[in-house]
């Protein structure tokens, strides 16, 4: 049979839980409140609103221990003196030896050691103050002492005992219990307060549990928070949760303004604007699996529970039931936490503006700190006199007397008026109501432009530009509002606007690539959610002007636009901390980007106005402005890049450049070809160099490790040469050079962009455009060394100048034969039949003359396929009608010039074999002379020399039939003398 006493003492134990629970749950005005408060001042974003409850009394232990009793911990407060060494711990009691140890004096001691971890207790005995002797006695042996014996174990199994029947009906969220035992009962009573009281008020009547319950949860959450020891976010969103259920706001609105605000940093804390959307310090064990948690039937329950004493005193007579899990984890998505914390944060405001309705917040009507009246003193009375006059306080004093010993002085104020002055405290605590305000505002703006940052993130990842531009708007709303409120507070977020900035660059850059301008705001906000309607309306209530209005007014020009993104991002990357790399280097990327979009764009502009313009006077200035506009921003980008050393974006900005420079030459070129001085130009040919140099930065860049930049700039660069060296070459500045420093130019640069046409190394899609371009140029090289060997008297230079010609030109036929371009061998071919004709014309021994004729006539005859093909481009009826005509008289300029170099090649056939044949007689020449004739008299079968596409068809069949006969009749002594031609060549 255990005694009523045990179960009192060991009823201490849950006596020092609940005490020691609240002194975790309270802030004290000591050391602890200290503490706290500096951890958060020391916050880098000092962003946690004021505590708008007064500070309760502190705990009057003077330390906290956490103990493990069997499973369970609990957070104890004690007062126990403890000596101590680095080794060594002992605990001072101080004992009457008149009054022995008792059953419970030895059971304090026992637990008060056990809770802080104590090995010993050192009992010093006195009799009246003094000391008569110590003693050292161990914790274990303190149940074992003389007058003072008991079980432990039966303590242990009663304190665990009713920790069980506590957690088993104790179950009910937002409900308040009562255990009681009295003096003389056999058992223990667990009263519901919440369910008694609903049964015995009335349905309007308000229970006097919910507020008391609702400030404790909001205290414990938000010391929770404070204290970060540790963070549990699911269990600070639920306390907080069931703190807005319980309160009224029109009756705490300060207290659920607090709240509200706790609950939006938790669903969006400030780390989301690093993307970082983990809450520090949340465990597994708060994650909760919903198909566990199950509701406790109570429907027929009468808000009482009991359970015997001598049930109490049994080990594991109550055992704890299942737990239930009831805290749910933070499983949403960024976009779901956003929209809740929006709700949260409007909800926070209309709470405020509430407060501010109703007049000043009134601390005497918080349940938990009500005034008390102390019926010792009168209540003070806000009176004074009316008149103040020294003469009048002298005549309205009368003097007492009620004991002649004993003389006392009474004032009284005859005339007495209340007035409506304002006592200091008050006028104080009105102060600090209006700051608090002022501050709880101006952060939950704050973290609403947080909130709508991390929304306007969301939809840029889905490419969501419309609700992108209306996140960002918000933001800078409620950025703006804050601006207004807290200045200083402002400055402190420079991150959050740098990001914001970076965010509306993205926003106007995407808007323009994707055609979606103008912008149609009505619709927009007529479309969005109330929360985000009622959030923007609050913060234009704020300031007068919105600073950041200019940035969503959206030109209608393209280059503008990109210009306010280029601003947006150097807004952006000003704002920005150099030192955290993993933002500062993308954004600057970025604003380089906007650059080069600004230089591009400009420079599609320039070559838009070139192919429509006539190139006027004015036109001309008018793109010298654009030109310079172009320049700027790309060496504006390739600075930028500079300054985190980015290799592959400074080569494209450099290739970008070039082209610029390139469309300024061609632009100069037009002007010349319209006057009547048509030269290359010395401003042609500085645009030139300066398009080379910025082509050849750009490979020297790529190739540090960017092999797929080399492959478009050493095109560009190849394209530049080659063009240059056609300029030059087409339109020679004779004036001013010679013409054989313009060839020797022309070479060099042919050469060069032969050098960079590196067909080798280029992909298998670029190999044919490789091939073309250096057909192109072999047959430019070659031409211009034909026309070289026009203006040479000299033999030793003629015939090196015949030898180059024919190398190329048998390059640029080989080309064109491989890439099937059979326009251009046909007038290749021709070309260099020419030159073939030119060397005859120098040639006075028969042999050669014959040698030369016979290679013309090959050369003839290879033509055969590319004229089967321009044959039947012309009987091909799918080309347009401008195909047809372009193609009909290039066709009949060839087949024209064909036929004629035909006639002409076998009449000089037929000379030169007659003219063997009459120096040497033999039947060979003689034979081969009458071939010749009849060969010539077929080439004249045709004789028509019109224009239409029927002519111009039968003359292509009609040369091909007469290149036939010429092969069929000819092909051993054409074998042969083409083995002459190859061993010449050699």
């Known amino acids: 049979m255990i005694k009523t006493t045990d179960v009192i003492k060991t009823g201490s134990v849950i006596y ?6 609240y002194t975790n749950v309270c802030d004290t005005e000591s050391d602890v409140s200290v503490a706290a408060t500096n951890r958060m001042l020391t916050r880098d974003d000092l962003s946690l609103i004021p505590d708008p409850l007064p500070k309760p009394r502190g705990s009057q232990t003077s330390r906290d221990v956490l103990w493990t009793f069997e499973d369970i911990k609990m957070l104890i ?39 802080c971890n104590v090995p010993e207790v050192a009992m010093c005995f006195h009799i009246e103050g003094i000391v008569k002797q110590y003693e050292i006695i161990k914790t274990e042996d303190i149940p074992d002492l003389e007058n003072s014996k008991f079980d432990p174990q039966s303590v242990t199994d009663i304190a665990k005992n009713i920790l069980s029947f506590l957690k088993n009906n104790a179950t009910k969220e937002g409900h308040t219990y009562w255990l009681y035992k009295g003096t003389n009962d056999d058992v223990v009573k667990l009263y519901d307060l919440t369910a008694l009281c609903g049964d015995e008020r009335g349905p309007s009547e308000q229970n006097p549990f ?130 809740e914390a929006t709700k949260f944060i409007q909800m926070g405001l209309s709470y405020l503006r509430r407060d501010l309705d109703l007049g000043t917040h009134k601390r005497s009507s918080l349940v938990e700190e009500q005034a008390k009246c102390n019926s010792d003193e009168a209540i003070p009375l806000h009176y004074e006199p009316i008149r103040k006059n020294e003469k009048n306080a002298n005549k309205n004093t009368k003097t007492h007397t009620a004991d002649p010993d004993t003389k006392y002085e009474v004032k009284v104020d005859l005339d007495l008026q209340m007035t409506s002055v304002t006592p200091d405290s008050e006028v104080r605590d009105r102060k600090q109501d209006q700051s608090w305000h002022v501050l709880s505002k101006g952060l939950l703006f704050r973290k609403a432009a947080f909130t709508f940052s991390a929304l306007a993130k969301q939809a840029l990842g889905s490419n969501n530009l419309l609700d992108l531009l209306k996140f960002l708007k918000l933001a800078f709303s409620c950025f703006g509002a804050l601006k207004v409120i807290l200045p200083h507070k402002a400055e402190e977020n420079d991150a959050l606007l740098s990001s914001l900035y970076g965010l509306l660059g993205d926003a106007r850059l995407g808007l323009l690539k994707t055609g979606l301008l103008p912008v149609d705001w009505p619709v927009i906000w007529k479309t969005s959610p109330p929360e985000e309607c009622a959030i923007l309306e609050m913060t234009e209530k704020e300031f007068e002007t919105f600073e950041f209005e200019s940035w969503f007014d959206l030109p209608s020009s393209k280059p503008d636009i990109l210009k306010g993104c280029v601003q947006c991002y150097k807004m952006a990357v000003q704002l920005c901390n150099k030192k955290n790399k993993h933002v500062f280097e993308p954004l600057v990327k970025r604003e380089g980007n906007a650059y080069n979009e600004l230089g591009v764009c400009l420079m599609q502009q320039a070559q838009n106005a070139l192919e429509s313009s006539d190139l006027q006077e004015k036109s001309l200035t008018g793109m010298q402005t654009t030109w310079d506009q172009a320049s700027q921003a790309l060496k504006e980008g390739i600075g930028v890049f500079e300054c985190i050393e ?123 455009m490789y091939q073309f371009r250096a057909a192109t140029i072999n047959h430019r090289l070659a031409s211009l060394f034909h026309n070289s060997l026009r203006d040479e008297h000299t033999e030793q230079k003629r015939k090196h100048l015949r030898t180059l010609s024919e190398s190329h030109y048998e390059k640029a036929l080989k080309l064109y034969y491989q890439m099937e371009c059979y326009n251009e061998h046909l007038q290749t071919q021709l070309e260099y039949i020419a030159l073939l004709d030119l060397c005859l014309s120098g040639q006075t021994a028969p042999r050669h003359q014959l040698k030369t004729l016979l290679y013309m006539l090959h050369s003839l005859t290879d033509c055969s396929e590319s004229l089967k093909s321009l044959t039947s481009q012309l009987e091909d009826s799918n080309q347009t009608s401008d195909q047809q005509t372009s193609l009909l008289k290039e066709s009949h300029t060839i087949s024209t010039i064909m036929e004629t170099k035909l006639q002409h090649t076998l009449l000089q056939l037929v000379k030169v074999y007659k003219q063997i044949n009459s120096r040497k007689s033999g039947k060979e020449a003689s034979s081969k002379a009458d071939d010749m004739k009849k060969l010539y008299a077929a080439s004249l079968g045709h004789g028509k020399a019109d224009s239409d596409s029927a002519t111009v068809i039968s003359r292509c069949k009609f040369l091909l039939t007469v290149l036939t006969q010429v092969t069929c009749f000819y092909q051993e002594v054409l074998q042969k003398d083409l083995e002459v031609r190859h061993s010449l060549m050699c």
């Open 210 to 339: 919910t507020v008391p319950l609702g400030m404790l949860l909001y205290r414990v959450a938000r010391n929770m928070w404070t204290n970060q020891t540790p963070r549990k976010a699911s269990l600070m969103r639920t306390l907080l949760e069931n703190c807005l259920i319980l309160l009224d706001g029109t009756q705490h609105p300060q207290v659920c303004t607090s709240a509200s605000y706790l609950l939006s940093d938790l669903y969006v804390p400030d780390s989301s604007l690093d993307d970082d959307w983990s809450l520090p310090g949340s465990s597994s064990e708060e994650n909760s699996d919903e198909e566990s948690q199950q509701d406790v039937d109570n429907s027929g329950d009468s808000g009482t529970h009991s359970v015997d004493v001598k049930v109490l005193s049994k080990r594991g007579s109550v055992s704890r039931a299942k737990e239930l899990t009831r805290l749910k984890p933070f499983n949403e998505t960024a976009e779901e936490r956003c929209t």
């Open 646 to 768: 980015d290799k592959a974006n400074q080569a494209l900005l450099h290739c970008n450049l070039g082209r610029l420079m390139r469309l300024i030459a061609q632009t100069y070129t037009n002007t010349v070809q319209i006057g009547n001085k048509q030269e290359f130009t010395p401003l042609e040919r500085e645009y030139y160099n300066k398009a080379i140099n910025s082509y050849k930065t750009a490979l020297q860049l790529g190739n540090q490790g960017f092999k797929h930049l080399v492959e478009s700039v050493r095109w560009e660069l190849s394209t530049t040469y080659f063009n240059m060296a056609a300029l030059l070459q087409d339109y020679a500045p004779l004036t001013s050079v010679r013409q054989e420093e313009v060839e020797n130019e022309v070479v060099n640069l042919m050469f060069q962009s032969l050098k960079y046409c590196g067909k080798d190394n280029a992909s298998f899609a670029s190999q044919t």
């Open 77 to 115: 407060g004690t007062d126990l003196p403890v000596f101590r060494d680095e080794s060594y711990y002992v605990s001072l009691r101080l004992r009457d030896m008149k009054t022995p140890i008792n059953v419970l004096t030895g059971l304090d001691y026992w637990l008060d050691n056990l809770m």
């Open 16 to 21: 020092r839980l609940v005490n020691f629970i």
